[in-house]
């Protein structure tokens, strides 16, 4: 069987994962572009779910990051940054993007600034 | 309509164990089918990621039934179980989309093989599929009756034979309209 992976993850704020109406459908953008989606809380959960959600979501950060899978964030979430430190891992470059244009020009610019994605760093799966 | 709390692997195929990615990030098939029918999205963490890794082998349920690995899956299905007690609150129905025969995300169908262990070697095929839930779903379950919470359940079914999308789409769209497993 062929691992179909890409090596790349966005990290996603739930309103471009469950867009309201007329609002950018982020996921469906990182869909077509072959990303991989990390949601984050959405933001009316309660800080207690939601810090327990998110030391989750570093958890499993830093394992990708230990491999070389590259990251993004889009959007933002309170409480991310200090998710993510407790884990050691700093913020990954980020983009707030107000269409799907925007959305999928900084992805592939970020596909040309690293192709291979976690190719060779990595000692995940066969390709 | 509703919440879908999805498997991690649906929105994120570079959490599966090496040679399981069937695309190269977001899993559309179920995807598209919670959308199309107007449910909410919320994902739910990889299990096996955090504890085990990403160079993990494939494992039926008894190598991943540990005290370790069931303290793990509690830890995570009280954040996840709070998430859910929220839209609960909401008015929402929930549905656990899950992915059939996983040892940890199995809703129905999970994998067993009690001999399997050492070396790994083991013949092609799916003799380890039975039904029944994965840990983690286990837990969650555990975690959501102790909250009193009801919920549905589906699951991606890659791994059992037959697999045919048409038919996975049917179920799903069978469990979002009625209710139906």
């Given at each position: 069987?062929r691992?179909?992976r890409?090596y790349?993850?966005?990290l996603?704020?739930?309103c471009y994962v469950?867009p309201?109406?007329g609002?950018?459908?982020?996921?469906a953008?990182?869909?077509?572009?072959?990303w991989g989606?990390?949601?984050?809380?959405?933001?009316?959960?309660?800080?207690e779910?939601?810090?327990?959600?998110l030391?989750?979501i570093?958890e499993q950060v830093?394992?990708?990051?230990?491999?070389?899978?590259t990251?993004?964030?889009v959007?933002?979430r309170d409480?991310l940054?200090?998710?993510l430190?407790?884990a050691?891992?700093?913020v990954?470059?980020?983009?707030a993007?107000a269409?799907?244009d925007?959305?999928?020009?900084?992805?592939?610019?970020?596909y040309?600034?690293?192709?291979?994605g976690?190719?060779?760093r990595?000692v995940?799966?066969?390709? | 309509?509703?919440v879908?709390f999805?498997a991690?692997?649906?929105?994120?195929?570079?959490?599966k164990?090496?040679?399981?990615a069937h695309?190269a990030?977001?899993y559309?098939?179920i995807?598209d089918?919670?959308r199309?029918?107007g449910?909410?999205?919320?994902q739910?963490?990889?299990?096996?990621l955090a504890f085990?890794?990403?160079?993990?082998?494939w494992?039926?349920?008894?190598?991943y039934d540990t005290a370790a690995?069931?303290r793990h899956?509690?830890?995570l299905?009280?954040a996840?179980?709070g998430?859910i007690?929220?839209?609960?609150?909401q008015?929402e129905?929930v549905v656990?989309?899950?992915?059939e025969?996983?040892p940890?995300m199995g809703?129905?169908?999970t994998?067993?093989?009690?001999?399997?262990?050492g070396r790994?070697?083991?013949p092609?095929?799916?003799?380890?599929?039975?039904?029944?839930e994965g840990?983690f779903?286990?837990?969650?379950?555990?975690?959501?009756?102790?909250r009193?919470?009801?919920?549905?359940?589906?699951?991606?079914?890659?791994?059992i034979?037959?697999?045919?999308?048409?038919?996975?789409?049917t179920r799903?769209?069978?469990?979002?309209?009625?209710?139906d497993?």
């Amino acid at each position: 069987m062929r691992d179909a992976r890409s090596y790349r993850i966005a990290l996603v704020a739930d309103c471009y994962v469950n867009p309201a109406p007329g609002q950018l459908d982020g996921l469906a953008v990182l869909a077509a572009a072959g990303w991989g989606v990390m949601q984050l809380p959405a933001d009316d959960y309660p800080a207690e779910v939601a810090q327990q959600l998110l030391a989750g979501i570093a958890e499993q950060v830093e394992e990708f990051s230990r491999h070389g899978y590259t990251f993004v964030l889009v959007g933002e979430r309170d409480g991310l940054a200090a998710a993510l430190a407790q884990a050691g891992l700093a913020v990954p470059d980020r983009i707030a993007p107000a269409s799907a244009d925007e959305l999928a020009g900084f992805l592939a610019l970020r596909y040309r600034q690293d192709p291979a994605g976690g190719a060779g760093r990595g000692v995940t799966g066969s390709r | 309509m509703g919440v879908a709390f999805v498997a991690h692997c649906l929105l994120n195929q570079n959490s599966k164990v090496g040679d399981g990615a069937h695309c190269a990030g977001v899993y559309s098939p179920i995807v598209d089918v919670l959308r199309d029918k107007g449910w909410r999205i919320e994902q739910m963490p990889c299990p096996e990621l955090a504890f085990a890794g990403l160079n993990r082998f494939w494992a039926v349920r008894e190598q991943y039934d540990t005290a370790a690995f069931r303290r793990h899956c509690r830890r995570l299905a009280v954040a996840v179980a709070g998430a859910i007690a929220a839209r609960v609150r909401q008015g929402e129905d929930v549905v656990l989309v899950g992915v059939e025969g996983s040892p940890s995300m199995g809703v129905t169908i999970t994998s067993s093989d009690p001999e399997r262990g050492g070396r790994p070697a083991w013949p092609d095929g799916s003799p380890e599929l039975t039904s029944g839930e994965g840990i983690f779903v286990e837990e969650l379950h555990s975690e959501l009756d102790r909250r009193g919470i009801a919920f549905l359940v589906a699951g991606e079914r890659h791994a059992i034979p037959g697999f045919e999308e048409a038919d996975q789409r049917t179920r799903l769209e069978s469990v979002l309209e009625r209710g139906d497993a």
